[in-house]
Every structure is written in C-alpha cells, then in structure tokens.
C-alpha cells in the first residue's frame, strides 16, 4: 500500500524565517497531496493542497511544491509567526481515490 | 451548519467491552472516514465509506466495524476493546471522495484499561 514519510519530526524557527517540511510517497499514481495544520487539542484542518497536474500551488504565505518524478512534495512557509506554531501533516491519496495515508507529522515551533 | 459532530468526546472502556463511537454531518457529504491518530504516527485510516451503504477497509481496520445506512451517519464500531485501540478517534468527510478537502470533526479520546 501507500506510504507516506515526513521530515523533519520537528523544526524550530524564529519568527519571521523560513521553514520548510518536506514528504515522499510511495505510489506514482498517486494525485492528490493535502496538507492539514493541527494546534494543540484541536482537529486537523486543511491549508492547503495540490494536484498531479500543476508543480507548485501558492496561497499568502504558503506554498506546496511537487515533484512527481521524484515522488515527493514540500510545504513552505515563509515570514513565519508564532500562531503557525503546530503539527503539520502531508498526506497522499493512493490510486484507488479514497484512502488517505498521512505522514507522521512535524511539529513546529516559531519562536518570537 | 454544525459541521462534522462526533459523540462521546472521552471514553474510558475496560478490556473485552464494546462500544460505538458516533458521528454525524449535516454537509450532505458523500465520503466518510475514520481515523485514529497516535502519537508519532499520524492519521490512520481505519475504514471509509463513498456513500449510503458502501464501506471500505482502510489501513488499520482490525477490530472495527462501520456502517452507513444514511448518508448523514456513519458509526464506529468496537467489537471488543483491547488496550491497542486506546487513541484518539476522529471522523471526516468530504463532498464526493477522499481528492477533496476533509472536514474533521472534533475527535473522541478513547482510554481502554
């Protein structure tokens, strides 16, 4: 089945950097890349994602890049706050269309 | 619109007891789905339905059973608690299938002892 890993486990940036999270997938034909923010005790909830056909998708401070060739994908966040503080998780819809593998997430920090 | 509604929000089962956790939406969503999430591992997918009277297995669907008679509702089931299914439980939906965004409800922790 699909296999979805993550890195880094966490990452700790102060305000105002970069950061950068990136994840690998096992199914070529996979085509579907969402990226879900979680704070703490809440429910997940998407912030942006992306489709086989287009390479990089951007949203205010967010972007996601994909690589299908190399099968992998990254999230970027750029002039960071401490409200983007969370776990972050990838995830990848395998070929059959409706199961969902999720990375193992990243927790990150932005330091004021 | 309430969105996607989960009941209980705790649950402390001991081994062997069964129980079935609910959930609801009110979004006229086709696809629903299951996960658990613990710590360090993410989301897993335990089992997903595309619509009123079709359920499929996801990744971790030993010990669980669903059903979706409407489209509103689709129940979990635990057939009989182990101290392995101790994590926290959330449901999803999404309009027509698992390529589209997923509302998550807001999860139900589970303790088995």
């Known amino acids: 089945g699909e296999n979805v890993e993550q890195h880094p486990s966490t990452l700790s940036v102060q305000e105002g950097d970069s950061a950068v999270i990136k994840c690998t997938y096992s199914d070529s034909a996979s085509n579907y890349f969402p990226w879900y923010k979680q704070e703490l005790g809440k429910r997940p909830q998407l912030i942006i994602d992306i489709r086989s056909n287009v390479g990089e998708k951007k949203d205010q401070r967010i972007a996601v890049t994909l690589n299908k060739t190399a099968k992998h994908f990254s999230l970027h966040i750029t002039e960071t706050q401490p409200e983007d503080s969370a776990v972050y998780f990838c995830?990848?819809?395998?070929?059959?269309?409706?199961?969902?593998?999720f990375g193992a997430g990243t927790r990150l920090t932005v330091k004021p | 619109n309430a969105g996607v509604t989960q009941t209980p929000k705790f649950q402390v089962l001991k081994t062997g007891q069964s129980m079935t956790l609910q959930c609801a939406q009110d979004?006229?969503?086709?696809?629903m789905s299951w996960y658990r999430q613990d710590p360090g591992m993410g989301l897993r997918l335990i089992h997903y339905?595309?619509?009123?009277?079709?359920?499929d297995q996801g990744e971790v669907p030993n010990g669980y059973n669903v059903s979706r008679s409407t489209t509103e509702d689709f129940p979990l089931r635990l057939l009989s608690a182990a101290p392995s299914q101790t994590s926290v439980y959330f449901c999803?939906?999404?309009?027509?299938?698992?390529?589209?965004?997923?509302?998550f409800g807001p999860g139900t922790r589970l303790t088995v002892l």
């Open positions: 999803a939906s999404s309009p027509s299938s698992g390529s589209n965004e997923q509302f």
């Open positions: 979004m006229n969503h086709e696809y």
């Open positions: 995830a990848a819809l395998w070929a059959n269309n409706n199961d969902m593998r």
């Open positions: 339905s595309v619509g009123a009277g079709i359920t």
